[in-house]
């Protein structure tokens, strides 16, 4: 295995307490190689989302260790979550969650005004096919292309590591397609650590590696022998 | 509906807090119209007893000297009930501590008790006895404020006799509430009233047989002009001043005012706030009702009828208005008796109880439930008419487009937070504006607050530094030669002298009559003179008069007409006047011309009736002890001591209901900040989660939240000053007492206060919500979908 990116150990998320304490995440152990693509497969419920938000910073282990490179995501500030996050991640949601008042180049220079080394807003539309897009609201586009502008705003600022948490899950297969496809190419291109959480099984053939993810723990990681381009996909 | 009203209850537990601050404003206009007319209710209700107890009359007049005879001929004037005719004269007394001589008036207690007017009320001691001439009653307030007790000796100078009094009693007296004096505010310390029995009076002051001052009771319904008409023809040939009625005597007037302005306070502010309050239910169930809509589909798709689907919400603003409400009257009856405990030494009432005015809480309540269930009527309206078909289904995403700004180059610089902050002020322009409107009221409130401050300043400055300079001023029992007058500069400390002569007077013009006082004063003398709206000295041109800016006002003219005089006073001259300026003042019904003109009218001799002067402070006490022997001065005033008087009586009442609009325009400019960032952030909470995600700091997200409310408010800056000044202006002239004018006049610091005071409120509520922009759960947030 290559360098990892993440080193996480015995990771562990309690929410709540007695009677009505739930565990979502029970002693994950897991590393993530860099610049791999990984899909973490897996059924509602099963704590995919809050290890990825473990990851992406969002939220805090109850126990365990999550070493980015040579830092413990699990023992840092906010300030310095922040600042993680503002350098070190690319997030895409499941329901975009674009500025609805900034026009699509506008949503990407909301990112490439805070980053340290940005690609250009316009060129970042371009990777993801959208250059004709450029000065449309959200409300103007469709529901892949406002996908494809938050995967443009998820990469300008060149992120080590690219977080979709269920990418496809409000779109329809086609565009669906499109958005892997976007996501794969310009997170190749960057050389960026991709980790997608999806339910959708289609979607793992595009992997490097299948995390598969049951009762907040990993069962098994696959790794893709038979990996298929975004454009073969269908469901 | 139990299940309904249980929602109701919850969702009403959820915007507590923006609740609450709509409930505050609703209490905070309540409380106001509660506190003014329960002290009001306090005041008139007492005012009425007070004048029963005490008779007090509907005419009052003085003469010289008039035959005891003619009260009967008063009492066969059509409508007059009582009349009781009194000996009363004023002179100086000395009195231990002061520095200055007091005025004494001394006046004959009536022999028949059930007969007499203007009754007094013994609070302390007791009624000289009648067969002594050596003991009196004393105003209870000149006591006080002169340090003198009961069983003290005084002596008084009166018509060149002196007199000596023990006070065996303290009195209070409707008819002396205010004693006139110079100072437009009571004086006490150096306005002593006495009262003592008619013999004695009557041969201290050699009216024997005769009186100086008569009072009359009228029966309802009579006409008092025509009563007044006949008492002037009467006591014409006895030297007898214009009669006036009840509404123009001096005490009565004073406390009118008061009460008035309660009302005036009560009627301006409470509509402000409820206003206020009913925009702010429109705004915040708007948005309740927008984020709700798939319930309220819900609702109608199970077979709730389209009232039963909206009735929560107007429910909703009718229990804020309840809890504002009740909150409101609670506030207003404990603030109404402390007001009316803060007033009751000033309304020198006996007794002074306070009441609340359940008349005025209805009234505020019903009002201000109908103007909370107004402010939902919107929000209802949209709750009844979706359809549950479209309700159930997601709001489409608020579509933004390219606003006007874009169009010029400064949107290039602009950043993206700062872009987002625009576009939304142009995606929602209504909010902005009731935004606007809200804050720029609080800033016009907080303006209004400050203008009295630095209107007085400017009232004491004109009256006592620029148009008169004099240091002190005597005056004398009667006019004398002017001759005499000038060897009061031979008195020690006196560095100069100007005589002047005053009497009262009518002026008449385009049909409109005032009664004035008419100052003769010397050409161009330097401690009195009227001055232009410039600053300048108006110098006298022949026979013309100046006219204060009240009384031009009143009589409609300027210079160049010519008005009708008459001096009520003397053989009674009336002359026809040119008007050759005005004098720029603030106070007073006053004509002022050359005194040899005065006196040419008048044709009794080059005479004065008091005289300016200015005195070097060190040697004031030597001047004051040589006066109090001089039998012929009846008065004395200093500068100092009325400006003095005039200050501490003004900031006691102003700094209550200056604080009162402090709070008030504070608590706006809170509830509006507060409810549009809760309002902001609820709309927004998702857009702030997702740039917190990106990298964002908390603060970068509080800059798009809150940089839009310091925005508006800044924008509501200057509307809330030109508000300020427009309601500063509106409030002078509910203010200004038919003889008073005030200026608008705002200081450096009472702009700092009122700009401070509101920016303080707004970034209060912007900071409350902020810091829920830290507390925001990131997972949460962005796993629903709006």
Known sequence: ?235 | MRVLNRKLLRDLWRLKWQMAAIALLIACGVSVAVMAYSTQKALVTEQVRYYEQTRFADIFATATRVPLSIASDLAHINGVVSVDPRAMKSGLMEVPGLLRPATARLISLPEDEDAALNRIVIVAGRLPNASRSDEAVALKTFLDAAHVSLGERLSMVMDQRRMTFTIVGAALSPEYVYVPSSSPMPDDAHQGVFWAPRLAVERAMGLGGAFSSVSLALAPGTSEAAAIADVDRILAPYGGAPAYGRADQISNKFQQDRIQRLGVMARVIPPVFLVVAAALVNLVLGRLVQTEREQIGLLKAFGYGNLEAAAGYAKMAALVGVAGVIAGGALGGWLGAGITAELAPYMRFPHLTAQFSWSAFAVAAAVSIVAALAGSLLAVRRAARLSPAVAMQPTAPTSFRKGVLEQFGIWRILDQPTRTIVRNLERFPSRAVLTVAGLSVSLALLVGSQFLFGSVDAVVDQAYYRAHRWTDEIAFGENRDVHAVSEVAHLPAVLRVEPLRTAPGKMRAHAREERIGIVGLEDGAQLARPLDAQGRAIAFEGRGVVLSTVLAAHLGVKPGDTVELEITDGRRPRAVLPVTGVSDEYAGLTAYMARDVFNRLMSDGDLASAADLLLTTDQRGDFYRSIAQVPQVTGAASRDDTVASFRSAVAAVLVIEMAFFLGFACAIAFGVAYNISRIALADRSRDMATLRVLGFAPAECVYILAGELVFLALVAMPLGVLGGIGMSKALVAAFTRQDFYLTFVITPKGWGIAVTAYLGAVLVAAALVAQRVWKLDLVSVLKTRE
Request: aromatic share 4%; net charge negative.
């Open chain 1, 1 to 235: 295995m290559d360098e990892s990116t993440f080193q996480v150990r015995g990771l562990t998320k309690v929410y709540g307490t007695g009677a009505g304490e739930v565990r979502a995440l029970r002693g994950v152990d897991l590393d993530v190689p860099q610049a791999e693509t990984l899909v973490l497969l897996g059924p509602s419920g099963s704590g995919k989302s809050t290890l990825l938000n473990i990851l992406g910073g969002l939220d805090r282990a109850t126990d365990g260790q999550v070493k980015f490179h040579d830092r413990d995501l699990t023992r840092v500030s906010d300030t310095e979550l922040t600042r993680y996050r503002r350098r070190s991640v690319g997030f895409i949601f499941q329901f975009f969650n674009l500025m609805p008042s900034l026009t699509a180049r506008e949503n990407v220079e909301l990112i490439t005004e805070i980053a340290d080394t940005p690609i250009d807003a316009a060129e970042a539309l371009a990777m993801v096919g959208l250059s004709d897009r450029m000065d449309h609201f959200p409300s103007e586009l469709s529901g892949g292309q406002q996908q494809r502008v938050a995967v443009a705003r998820a990469i300008a600022k060149r992120p080590e590591l690219l977080l979709c948490d269920e990418p496809t899950g409000s779109l329809d297969s086609a565009s669906g397609v499109q958005v892997i496809e976007a996501i794969v190419k310009v997170g190749g291109e960057i050389g960026a650590t991709t980790l997608i959480v999806t339910h959708n099984a289609v979607v793992a053939e595009i992997a490097d590696r299948v995390i598969h993810f049951s009762n907040g723990a990993v069962v098994d990681v696959q790794a893709n022998t038979a990996k298929r381009s975004p454009r073969e996909l269908s469901w």
